[in-house]
Nanobody
Framework: QVQLVESGGGVVQPGGSLRLSCAAT????????WAWYRQAPGKERELVAG???????NYADSVKDRFTISKDNVKNTMYLQMNSLKPEDTAVYYC??????????????WGQGTQVTVAS
């Protein structure tokens, strides 16, 4: 079983920064694509940033030029650097990965979520 473990959430003032991490743990797997989603109270889960296999990173319009998605293939870890945070960025952030396991299983898995609160 492959698990995604998130960290880095917290409370920050408007204009501040946070860096989220998502580490994949397990054996026999390779990540095909990564993504960050978020869900605010009363709203649907939305895509924040994605990093497809071999492709360019893509971002929701609301976070372009403020958020940066990156990955460390050696550590099997994905990051989300969030700058110039706004109150409307407050949400639970979830990481998602599409992966191969033992070269035969292909599936999507989610992290447990980490709370980001932007408030003065």
């Amino acid at each position: 079983q492959v698990q995604l473990v998130e960290s880095g959430g917290g409370v920050v003032q408007p204009g501040g920064s946070l860096r989220l991490s998502c580490a994949a743990t397990g054996i026999g797997f390779s990540i095909n694509s990564w993504a960050w989603y978020r869900q605010a109270p009363g709203k649907e889960r939305e895509l924040v940033a994605g990093m497809p296999s071999g492709g360019r990173a893509n971002y929701a319009d609301s976070v372009k030029d403020r958020f940066t998605i990156s990955k460390d293939n050696v550590k099997n870890t994905m990051y989300l650097q969030m700058n110039s945070l706004k109150p409307e960025d407050t949400a639970v952030y979830y990481c998602n990965a599409h992966l191969w396991r033992w070269s035969t299983e292909y599936y999507s898995t989610w992290g447990q979520g980490t709370q980001v609160t932007v408030a003065s």
